[in-house]
T-cell receptor, first 114, second 114 residues
Framework: DTAVSQTPKYLVTQMGNDKSIKCEQN?????MYWYKQDSKKFLKIMFS???????INETVPNRFSPKSPDKAHLNLHINSLELGDSAVYFC?????????????FGPGTRLTVL | GENVEQHPSTLSVQEGDSAVIKCTYS??????FPWYKQELGKRPQLIID?????GEKKDQRIAVTLNKTAKHFSLHITETQPEDSAVYFC?????????????FGKGITLSVRP
């Protein structure tokens, strides 16, 4: 009965590869997010989707492409991975798009680019 | 710009003492201010939040105060326990185009010495 789940938990890959992270929420929320947490623990929003529609797209390289097949799922595909992409990526969901209610985070995916 | 500043960056207290963590924000339109706790290797989780129409909110050993005029809000933890040791993030809702998003502070590492 996990609320927000992500796969995989760990991802180790070589520079230049392409990889995907998947996220699912069973809370019935309309809005989902991708955050990047770097080695200094800074939590930075990357994307936000509301009911499959992209509503927030921060200054993220276009090597990162999110996709939301339905409002319960949000995936992140990363092309041509670079060393600086190494981080923990958190998916989150919330009831609404307004940034004014609780965000529920997934367990995170630790990406290491070698 | 949309800034949420958190200080200090680290805080060490003796078990049983109180801890106070302060945040400032720059967007006067911000109206929602949550605090998230992230234990080592875990996901961030909401511990308390406050909205702009309220000056103070308390939940057992934790409380949050908001000063809208000065644009700062604080987390107060009384009778600290070793399990309070974690990274604490403040956040503020920031208007972003037709939407709002949460902008997080850089986090403070709280250590409670037994």
């Amino acid at each position: 009965d996990t609320a927000v789940s992500q796969t995989p938990k760990y991802l180790v890959t070589q520079m230049g590869n392409d990889k995907s992270i998947k996220c699912e929420q069973n809370l019935g929320h309309d809005t989902m997010y991708w955050y990047k947490q770097d080695s200094k623990k800074f939590l930075k929003i990357m994307f936000s989707y509301n009911n499959k529609e992209l509503i927030i797209n921060e200054t993220v390289p276009n090597r990162f492409s999110p996709k939301s097949p339905d409002k319960a799922h949000l995936n992140l595909h990363i092309n041509s991975l670079e060393l600086g992409d190494s981080a923990v990526y958190f998916c989150a969901s919330s009831p609404s798009r307004w940034g004014t209610d609780t965000q529920y985070f997934g367990p995170g995916t630790r990406l290491t680019v070698l | 710009g949309e800034n949420v500043e958190q200080h200090p960056s680290t805080l060490s207290v003796q078990e049983g003492d109180s801890a106070v963590i302060k945040c400032t924000y720059s967007d006067s339109a911000s109206n929602y201010f949550p605090w998230y706790k992230q234990e080592l290797g875990k996901r961030p989780q909401l511990i308390i939040d406050i909205r702009s129409n309220v000056g103070e909110k308390k939940d057992q050993r934790i409380a949050v105060t908001l000063n809208k005029t000065a644009k700062h809000f604080s987390l107060h933890i009384t009778e600290t326990q070793p399990e309070d040791s974690a990274v604490y993030f403040c956040a503020a809702s920031i208007v972003s185009g037709a939407n709002s998003k949460l902008t997080f502070g850089k986090g403070i590492t709280l250590s409670v010495r037994p």
